[in-house]
């Protein structure tokens, strides 16, 4: 099963940026979903942005358009969620996430605060 390492969360003022990583391992299909989902206490989680393997369009949510972009390094396994003209509304546990044919992963979450 695959394994999910994050990095890049913290804390900003609004209008700044940040980039978030995620690299997997163990074992996973070349046939995947990479992308990333947030949330907050007592809320569910939501996606933010997800690519597929054999695509170069991330799907977006509607909150993020604009601001966020996602890229993936197929050579190391990472995929990036770099994050402009941050918000505090964008202030969440962010959660990698990957989906193959096995099933579904999660990352342990990154922390990221943005303050007004």
């Known amino acids: 099963q695959a394994q999910l390492e994050e990095s890049g969360g913290g804390l900003v003022q609004a209008g700044e940026s940040l980039r978030l990583s995620c690299t997997a391992s163990?074992?996973?299909?070349?046939?995947?979903?990479m992308g990333w989902y947030r949330q907050n206490p007592g809320n569910e989680r939501e996606l933010v942005a997800t690519?597929?393997?054999?695509?170069?369009?991330?799907n977006y949510a509607d909150s993020v358009k604009g601001r966020f972009t996602l890229f993936r390094d197929k050579t190391k396994n990472t995929a990036y969620l770099q994050m402009n003209s941050l918000k505090p509304e964008d202030t969440a546990a962010y959660y990698c996430y990957l989906r193959d044919s096995r099933g579904n992963y999660w990352g342990q979450g990154t922390q990221v605060t943005v303050s007004s």
């Open positions: 690519i597929f393997s054999l695509s170069i369009t991330p």
């Open positions: 163990g074992t996973f299909s070349s046939i995947n979903t």
